[in-house]
């Protein structure tokens, strides 16, 4: 059954060819919307759905801003744009090379940074439209060994956050997805920092932390999950600011609210800091 959506038939999205942003484009396309994604590696090509829905592949790179404007100014409509292209960095915030922070930015913040400006703007000048980022719960709370990865997804709620407030009275809305472990080409495709050359300090402690981060992650949920709940959050015409994906991560979501941060720090530490 198609799902109701308030803001239309165009469909952008980032990162659409794996994982979370794959699922979220074949779904919005199964569910009658034209959908164009955009990733590095895909082929270009365009598949109609049965129930009159579209997906077009594209090759872009989001860090390309210029490229990106020109990609999205071209689009024939934006409605909703679905930003989830990404990648991980795992490193001890002590020694993760600064060419790896600056790489971890240019994808996760200044990438998405780059589609939604364009996107914003038609958007506001249709006076109707939906902002979706995928964050992430690294985006809330400080993953161990994860340092960069967070502060470049805590950088994406300050920004949607900020999106939000300023362009309600446009009639555009902005949210942001906070999925948990989910299993995608996520895992495989993490940059790690080399364990300092220096000593062996983190050596061992990095390699358990990515170990367990890579088994949650590929014991996770589906990517069809995010895209449910993106395509729910098409069906709301005053959709919450932030949504955690699934029962677990709604209620880890609730008690980090109210636990005192040494409380969290316990718990994290015991979770990706093994010994
Ligand atoms: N998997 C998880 O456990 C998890 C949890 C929370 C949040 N997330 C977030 O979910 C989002 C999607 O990740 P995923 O799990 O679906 O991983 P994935 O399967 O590796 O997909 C990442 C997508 O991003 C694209 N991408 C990467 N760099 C790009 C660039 N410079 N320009 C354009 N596209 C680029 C990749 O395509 P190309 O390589 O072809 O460019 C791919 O389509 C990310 O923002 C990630 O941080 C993932």
Redesign the pocket.
């Known amino acids: 059954m198609k799902r109701q959506n308030h803001y239309g038939k165009n469909v952008f999205v980032?990162?659409?060819?794996?994982?979370?942003?794959?699922a979220c484009a074949r779904m919005f396309a199964e569910n009658g919307c034209n959908v164009t994604g955009?990733?590095?590696?895909?082929e270009e090509k365009t598949e109609v759905f049965p129930g009159g829905g579209s997906l077009t592949l594209k090759r872009?790179?989001?860090?390309d801003e210029a490229a990106v404007k020109e990609f999205v100014d071209d689009l024939p409509g934006v409605d909703i744009a679905v930003l989830?292209?990404?990648?991980?960095v795992a490193g001890p915030a002590e020694t993760t090379a600064s060419e790896l922070t600056r790489r971890q930015m240019e994808?996760?913040y200044f990438?998405t940074l780059n589609a939604a400006q364009p996107c914003l703007t038609r958007m506001r000048e249709q006076h109707r439209g939906l902002l979706v980022v995928?964050?992430?719960?690294?985006g809330r709370v400080s993953i161990p060994m994860q340092s960069q990865?967070s502060a470049s997804?805590y950088a994406l709620e300050a920004f949607t956050d900020a999106v939000r407030m300023e362009m309600k009275q446009y009639g555009v809305r902005a949210c942001i997805i906070?999925?948990?472990?989910?299993?995608?080409?996520?895992?495989a495709?993490r940059i790690m920092q080399n364990s300092d050359n220096r000593s062996d300090t983190y050596g061992i402690r990095l390699k358990k932390s990515v170990a367990k981060m890579a088994a949650d992650?590929q014991g996770?949920r589906s990517?069809e999950s995010?895209a449910k709940t993106a395509l729910a959050l098409a069906g709301r015409k005053d959709p919450p600011a932030r949504v955690p994906v699934g029962i677990e991560y709604k209620a880890l979501m609730q008690l980090l609210r109210i636990m005192p941060d040494r409380g969290k720090e316990f718990i994290l530490s015991k979770l990706y800091l093994p010994k």
């Open positions: 980032t990162g659409a060819s794996s994982g979370i942003g794959q955009v990733s590095r590696n895909t872009l790179d989001v860090t989830c292209a990404g990648m991980g994808v996760n990438g995928i964050g992430s719960i690294a990865y997804k906070e999925p948990g472990d989910t299993k995608t080409g996520f895992t495709a992650e996770g990517p995010v």
